[in-house]
């Protein structure tokens, strides 16, 4: 039985090589991106030249382009991130991925007819997010990988508009939640954000557990003995197996993840998904052990069905090993001595062949570097039934375990796909000829592209005449032979029709000429309907002119083209000798456009999660609290799965919150003090769900406002009725004003305060709070300045690792330390939450206590202390301490630097990890 709905292949590209591998293996669409603003910069990336050739060439055979634009871009940037939308919007793209609620703003003021995806960057893990989504004019959501088919099931009923729906099939999984993985920036400035991830979750951990000092600072405990040391590292999701269901599910595209691969990793794949979906379209799909053998050859950490479809936390990670795996072979049994060859016992069909890559795993030192051996087969080995012999230049082990990592005849496979496609032909051309008096031919084209409904037609007349034939005059076969060689090219002359006068000549030269004519007219007429016409480019560049003055910034160099498009192809010139806008005296801090004084006292907030750090809060004098209850997991002794995500008891979960709730409600309102509910940074479909209906029934005022962390929660908040205001953490990766422009439409009012990311550097945190006080002067903007900021959250729970015995432990004590230790010794925190997530924070503090003077300056609003997980002698003292730092700056006497000083010290001594400034001053790698 064929099924109608077969979703979208798409593929990945890091090089023209590989992009071009992917087309002609079959994607339906690939996914590239220009050398800045990408998620991956460690590949090799496009160049404006090199992205206009592979979209033509993607263009000509029916494949869509889309371009990656998903990093956080800083308020400087935005020029340049401008130029590169018209760039990528001139040169024919089909969509635009991000990341940076800014940048699409850009995009949808600057190139509206641009179709806009939200990356995976923008964490939407639940119905709520792609509800925003589609409100906010965005036709495709890059699921979370997070998510189960389930839960896209769910979430495809409740969109009350249609949005596409694309989810990861095949490559690397993040541990964490994609855009929400602080760690890489955190300890070497390489963020994840800005595409140049060091890739921590695949380096060795330790995991500890041990005692605290009464301000929660580790002091001492033990390693926990564990086989495995790769804590954080995932195994490569891999759902070939079960492209049936998702084929039945709600889902318009299938990704595969691998800009980071070579040409021959691209066109396996795509191969290999592209005849099992053409497969179950003809309703003739099963699964075929050759290939699940070539995509584990092509590369492979061991493979997981993901949380797409349900995996255990066991068959998610692959914490033995963070490298390639390749395809199981067998083991080494024997050695021949006499003959020098080692003699295998395959578990496989698949015999390695001459040139492969062969992966000896030696049983001594197991799980240490020196086990491992590979080498490239210099001799095809003989094969006998079940046993192999293999000439090798080195004795392995008997024992040792055998894996095919490289196949040379996959690459080789690969190598000619690119060069030698054999595509079938897309493009269709009946071909109408007339001569005219002067025995000119003239020419009329009638293209059919297999993937339109609409022709493409065009007509012209030959650059030349023919002749009367003196003695053998050309025959209509001849002219019709020479027309049709249409090889190595996407169209397929399919009918001829000749008005042909039979007494004709000329040479055969200019048969051949005509036909690249031809081919080459009805190419560029096919390309032009695939890009902005004049119309469109002359409206954009007068958008263009209107955004500079919006940016309040100056266009000092519009180059002027006779081209149909935007024409920036000289980079050098147009990005370090001639600057696109140069930025003008901002607006004076604290005065509104209009001139209006503002009072902007700078305070403190914290983030507490127990009532009494609320009360010890309250008696420091603290007047905004942002509360995150935390609801602790009693096992009771018998089971180390009693959290939300297996038993399901929500209710439960949401009494004791409320409970909670109302208890630190009524200790607020006795100090008349704020008290914001602050909701996790990943909500679940089911704790928004249990969580608005909270809000509904608390008392009105009881709580001052909500802190929302994710656009799904932001609209489930937008869109209810409770009267709350509303404040946004700094997982909201706020980096330009931009931002918070599209957080704000189009609920102004609601928005009481932003919290900007912790990754901005000073510099550019001033630019950023100069434009956003200047646009919405009654918003108040937040700053982290305290605490160990949480690095990465995950689906995973680590404590599985641990055994039953010892995850019971664990949460009957949910007051000891947990932690990872890494080879440098650095310790990082961990908590599980109720919903068995995997929180990791910093290995040490990040502390402003010297800078306040600065950011006061600038003009926060708030400083804020994350003191979660931290009991009550942290939060008196920092508070007291941090209050002392602003009373010694409010007062500007003499000395401040060194008084300050001496308080960052009394900081340091109780800071768990130790202190730093954190990205503040070195900022973020931009090595691009």
Known sequence: MSLNHIPELLAPAGSIESFKAAVNAGADAVYISGKRFGARQFARNFSQDEMEHAIEYAHLRGVKVYVTVNTLVKESELPLVAR?????????????????????????????????????????????????????????VVLAREMSLEDIKKTARQIPRKIELEVFAHGAICYSYSGQCLISSFIGGRS?????????????????????????????GREIPLKDHYLLSTRDLAIYSHLDRISEAPVDSIKIEGRMRP????????KVYREALDSIARGQWKVREEDVSNLKMSFNRGTTKGWLMGASYQSMMGRSNPGNRGLYLGKVVNYDKKNGRTILKIKTKVNPEKGDGILFKQPHNEGKSDNLWGTILEYS???????????????????????????????????????????????SLDLQIDWNREMV???????????????????????????????????????????????????????????????????????????RQILQRIQDKILKTNKPSAKDIKSIRTQFSQLTKDFNLEESVLEESSQERYSLKKESMALKDKPIFTLKDGPIIN???????????????????????VEAALQAGCRRIYFQPKIEVNTEGKSPHACLKHSHDYKAYFYRMDLLIREAATLCQDYGSDLVWKWPDITSRMFISGAIHLLNNLPQKSISGVMFGGIGALWALQN???????????????????????????????????????????????KVVLKIQSIVPHCE?????????????????????????????????????????????????????????????????LCHLDHIPSLQDMGFGHLVIDSRNKPVDYVLTMLSTYQKALELTSQQGSQLGKKLNSLKKKVKKISNGGITSGNFLRGVNDDY
């Open 84 to 140: 590169n939308l018209l760039e990528i919007y001139s040169s024919g793209a089909d969509a635009i991925i991000v990341q940076d609620l800014g940048v699409a703003r850009l995009a949808k003021q600057l190139v509206p007819h641009l179709d806009l995806h939200c990356s995976t960057q923008m964490t939407i893990h639940n119905p709520q997010g792609v509800n925003w989504a589609a409100e906010n004019d965005f036709k495709r």
């Open 263 to 270: 040409p021959e990793y691209v066109a396996n794949v795509v």
């Open 441 to 515: 031919p003239i020419i009329k084209v009638t293209a059919s592209p297999a993937w339109q409904d609409n022709n493409v037609e065009i007509e012209f007349k030959a650059d030349f005449a023919m002749e009367k034939a003196i003695k053998q005059p050309l025959s209509q076969e001849t002219i019709i032979k020479q027309l049709k060689k249409t090889g190595g090219t996407p169209f397929l002359i399919r009918s001829i029709s000749l008005n042909y006068p039979g007494d004709l000549f000329t040479p055969i030269g200019n048969l051949n000429h005509l036909r």
């Open 781 to 845: 903007l937040e700053f982290m300045v305290q605490g160990n900021l949480e690095a990465l959250v995950s689906e995973d729970c680590l404590l599985q690792v641990m055994g039953d015995e010892m995850f019971v432990e664990k949460f009957n004590d949910p007051h000891q330390f947990l932690g990872i230790k890494d080879i440098k010794n650095r310790i990082f925190p961990v908590e599980i939450d109720a919903e068995c997530r995997t929180h990791i924070s910093n290995s040490v503090e």
């Open 591 to 613: 005065q509104t456009d209009s001139g209006e004084k503002i009072s902007r006292p700078i305070n403190l907030a914290i983030y507490v999660d127990g009532i009494p750090s």
């Open 381 to 427: 080995p003989e094969v006998k039934k079940d046993y192999l012999s293999l000439k090798l230049r080195k004795k392995v082990e008997i024992g040792s375990s055998v894996y095919i990592t490289r196949r040379k005849s996959l690459i080789d496979w690969a190598n000619h796909l690119v060069s030698n496609p054999q595509l079938p032909h897309q493009i």
């Open 720 to 766: 209810n009725s409770y009267p709350v205001n509303l404040h946004g953490s700094g997982s909201m990766n706020i980096w330009n004003h931009l931002t918070v422009e599209q957080l704000l439409s189009p609920h102004v009012s609601s928005l009481k305060s932003i919290t900007l990311s912790p990754e901005l550097p000073r510099e550019e945190l001033k």
């Open 192 to 220: 994840g954000n800005r595409g140049m991830c060091a890739q921590p979750c695949r380096k060795k951990y330790q995991l500890i557990t041990g005692n605290t000092d009464k301000y929660g600072k580790y002091q001492e």
